[in-house]
């Protein structure tokens, strides 16, 4: 199966060629991606509106590039994928119109693909990462572990309460007067400081289950910012221990997440991190200890399919579309979604979920 996937949810405009093989390899045939940081860089954070006119000006023309660099045609295609949501509406729409509009034109179905299933199956663009697995879904969105059991088969085992861990190091970052996206500068600036000089809180880590908390964080680091005069050295210190109350939060909960994961049949335990933070040095080496620790492979994807990105989008419309999971046709009647949440039961239980 050849696909065109969309990626239109946040800040990145991208579009990617991808072809599954039935038995499973994946060939990525072209990856487009189009950051807007400079766009929102002087917000300070992803603003809405810019969002989704930078999607509507760079769509067309990155879908384009992928088309170019894959070397087909859309007759050569099997289905459009594009992410349906959860992200910002506007984004979500244009990308969604234009996969919609390439479908029919092409007379090709159209697949409206679960953002968060991307991040999902997205190890499995380039790693051998057969079901089940866990995963630690890490980004300015989202800061949740999942339960990966099979395709479309999704359970959360717990999530951030507020705010996702990337959001925490770009608040940080703000605070601090070090720009956007946070988490970078962060990094760079803390590793001159004392990871132990301010006992920032570890919110929730004493308390069962896998659920996380850090947007109380955001107020220690300015309290801590105002205690003192702000000198380099101070600055890293604060950077330096903020990034170790993260690290040691994500560290327990996924030792936690390890520990309740146990796959049958003897299969080796697969513990996949996906999402922009993963890419923080300090953080990727507290959890492949923890991942030692417990007899788990750590499986990170290379970080193109870390952030966001539309190969991931392409690969979940192509499972689905092979797993028999999408009706053969496609869903040209798919609306947009804010809010959707990867494990719909448990999500009608609970109306906060996301
Ligand atoms: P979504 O949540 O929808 O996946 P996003 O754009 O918020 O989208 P990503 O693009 O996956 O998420 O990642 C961006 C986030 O990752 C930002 O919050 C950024 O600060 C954080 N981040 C990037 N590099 C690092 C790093 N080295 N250390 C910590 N955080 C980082
Ligand atoms: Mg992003
Ligand atoms: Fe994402």
């Known amino acids: 199966l050849t696909l065109l996937g969309i990626e239109t949810s946040c ?4 579009a990617a060629v991808i072809r599954l093989a039935p038995e499973g390899t994946v060939e990525i045939l072209s ?11 002087p917000y300070l954070g992803v603003v809405p509106e810019i969002a989704a006119r930078a999607h509507a000006e760079l769509a067309d023309q990155t879908i384009a590039a992928a088309m170019k660099d894959a070397s087909i045609s859309y007759s050569d ?12 509406i506007g984004g979500v729409l244009v990308g969604m119109m234009t996969g919609k509009a390439i479908a029919q034109a092409a007379g090709k179905p159209f697949l409206a693909v679960n953002h968060l299933e991307g991040h999902a199956l997205s190890p499995r663009l380039t790693h051998d990462c057969p079901f089940p697995y866990l995963l630690l879904l890490v980004s300015g969105g989202h800061c949740q572990f999942l339960e990966v059991r099979g395709l479309g088969d ?4 717990g999530s951030t309460i507020d705010d996702a861990a990337g959001e925490a190091f770009d608040k940080t970052a703000k605070l601090l007067g070090l720009g956007f996206p946070g988490g970078p500068a962060v990094e760079r600036i803390g590793a001159a400081g004392d990871p132990k000089a301010i006992d920032f ?5 004493n308390r069962p289950g896998l659920d996380m908390s850090f947007a109380g964080l955001k107020t220690a680091v300015a309290r801590a910012a105002e205690a003192e005069d702000l000198t380099a ?25 390890l520990e309740a994961f146990n796959p049958v049949g003897g299969n080796g335990k697969r513990f996949v ?29 290379p970080m193109r399919h870390c952030t966001d990105n539309a190969a991931m989008i392409a690969l979940a419309g192509a ?36």
Request: glycine residues 8%; charged residues 25%; contains cysteine.
């Open 31 to 41: 990856e487009k991606v189009h950051t807007q940081l400079e766009e929102h860089a």
């Open 11 to 14: 800040d990145e405009t991208a």
């Open 154 to 157: 999704y359970r959360r085992l």
């Open 201 to 205: 809180p570890r919110p929730l880590l």
């Open 77 to 88: 295609l099997d289905a459009i994928a594009a992410t349906s949501g959860p992200g910002l």
């Open 233 to 257: 050295s101070r600055m890293a210190d604060i950077c330096a221990s903020f990034q170790a109350a993260i690290v040691d939060v994500l560290s327990e909960k996924a030792r936690r997440a």
């Open 273 to 301: 991190v996906a999402g922009g933070v993963a890419s923080n040095k300090a953080i990727r080496a507290g959890l492949e200890k923890v991942a030692e620790e417990n007899g788990a492979v750590l499986i990170a994807p």
């Open 319 to 354: 499972e689905r579309l092979a797993g028999g999971l999408e009706h053969p046709e496609g869903d040209l009647g798919a609306g947009a979604r804010p809010r959707w949440p990867l494990d719909e039961a448990a999500a009608k239980s609970d109306p906060a979920y996301t």
